[in-house]
């Protein structure tokens, strides 16, 4: 039982590991030197940093009160796994400070993208996005504003969103205050867009999933097509059109993007009547929806080759249909 729960833990908390170096990375080799923001608490002590003491310090005293405070909110793993996912993006900026000398010089520059402040802007907030991306996808959060917006949001009428968006604004405002250039704090809104994209990258996958809906009055051939082509379960529902009072069946499926075109030509073969939505999906259990190569030629507008799939498939395909 301890060797299973072994098995589990340490390549969580190795990945953690390795999303706190990353992020690490990112802030201090980019970000820090320019003098850009990163976001959230992470931005609050990348500018508290230029002031007193060091980011690595900065990330403690501010992250770890936070996560404490709000520890019926997280309950105990994410805690830990936020904690130490935090822990090492402080260990790696103080290991990435003294690795890179150029980032304590009296006039502190990127070592690998110099005083250029779109490449760190561009930089900075991709690699410190994969880090945080990385972080979450592994059950832990790195940055402190977050869990804030999920203790003050909603008593303050807010979505999580708009609390964070709102606390960046703050910040940003008050950098450029400070440093007397509005250019910093523009510049750290473009790192920041970035590092979102990333994160929802890393969270959510290149290949996001479709979810089709097909509201049909003869779903036959087109159900032996579907399932011939793409070899998946399928869910079917009856139900009846309002103004027509005929019945009707709704078939739901889930595809990748690559296959959402041939599935299109495959009802508009099939019945061309039918009413089709697709709506986007981030994840999915209990079926493979990764692409799968086959030699299917388009599909014909008056036939349908269809290929029988395998007994076990068709077995298994049912049982995981969503």
């Known amino acids: 039982m301890k060797q299973n729960v072994l098995s589990k833990t340490l390549p969580r908390y190795a990945a953690l590991t390795v999303a706190g170096a990353i992020n690490a990375f990112g802030v201090t080799v980019f970000l820090l030197p320019a003098s850009l923001m990163d976001s959230g608490i992470s931005g609050t002590s990348v500018f508290l940093s230029h002031f007193a003491l060091s980011l690595s310090l900065w990330l403690l005293i501010l992250n770890v009160p936070i996560y404490l ?56 907030g991709l690699v410190s996005g994969v880090g945080s991306g990385l972080t979450i996808r592994f059950g832990g959060a790195i940055d402190g504003v977050e869990v804030l917006s999920l203790v003050f949001a909603k008593k303050l009428n807010l979505t999580v969103g ?33 590092g979102l994209k990333a994160v929802d990258f890393i969270v959510d996958g290149l290949d996001k999933g479709k979810a089709v809906m097909i509201i049909t009055e003869s779903p036959e051939t087109m159900l032996k097509a579907v399932s011939g082509y793409f070899g998946r379960g399928i869910t079917i529902f009856d139900a009846k059109g309002y103004y027509s009072d005929q019945s009707k069946k709704v078939v739901y499926v889930v595809v990748n993007r690559f296959e959402i075109a041939q599935l299109k030509a495959i009802v508009a073969a099939t019945d061309p009547d039918a009413f089709v939505t697709v709506t986007e999906i981030t994840d999915t259990m209990g079926a493979n929806i990764k692409l799968r190569k086959k030699n299917k030629s388009v599909v014909p507008e008056e036939e349908i080759a269809v290929e029988e799939a395998s007994a076990g498939n068709s077995a298994g395909n049912d049982e995981n249909s969503l």
């Open 162 to 194: 708009t609390f964070v968006m709102i606390f960046n604004v703050i910040l940003y405002v008050v950098s450029g205050i400070v440093f007397a250039s509005w250019e910093l704090p523009l510049y750290s809104v473009i790192s920041y867009s970035v």
């Open 69 to 124: 405070f709000a520890y019926k909110k997280l309950g105990w793993k994410m805690l830990v796994r936020s904690l130490w996912a935090i822990g090492m993006y402080s260990l790696f900026s103080f290991v990435f400070q003294l690795a890179f000398p150029s980032l304590t010089a009296e006039t502190p520059v990127s070592p690998i993208a110099g005083a250029d402040l779109l490449l760190c802007a561009l930089f900075g």
